[in-house]
């Protein structure tokens, strides 16, 4: 298990940018598979974006996010980002970072370990 600690949310116009960060506790972070899921009212928890352990590793996206969110990881600052740009209202919600041992899927039933979450609000 590792602990996360997400920052970054805040209040933005429509077409503006934010980077959420997850940071996280524990020495084998690196061997760990990372998702950013978001969670609207009335909503289920869905999945954004995640990225595995190996390499530059693997990036997945959900289609809604796909062109305009990057994920990317700095292990050796035990930190995976999430830049969000071109943002819609849509994006509104809670923002959540997990961890899993490996990469089984956006299912979020797969991670185990969960950040408390940081609101991204997206309007004029």
């Known amino acids: 298990q590792v602990q996360l600690v997400e920052s970054g949310g805040g209040l933005v116009q429509p077409g503006g940018s934010l980077r959420l960060s997850c940071a996280a506790s524990?020495?084998?972070?690196?061997?760990?598979?990372v998702g950013w899921f978001r969670q609207a009212p009335g909503e289920e928890r869905a999945f954004v974006a995640g990225?595995?352990?190996?390499?530059?590793?693997?990036?997945y996206y959900a289609d809604s996010v796909k062109g305009r969110f990057t994920i990317s990881r700095d292990n050796a600052k035990n930190t995976v980002y999430l830049q969000m740009n071109s943002l819609k209202p849509e994006d509104t919600a809670v923002y959540f970072c997990?961890?899993?041992?490996?990469?089984?899927?956006?299912?979020?039933?797969?991670?185990?370990?969960w950040g408390q979450g940081t609101q991204v609000t997206v309007s004029s």
């Open positions: 524990g020495r084998t972070f690196s061997s760990y598979a």
């Open positions: 990225i595995s352990w190996s390499g530059g590793g693997t990036i």
């Open positions: 997990a961890a899993s041992p490996g990469w089984y899927g956006p299912d979020r039933a797969a991670f185990g370990s």
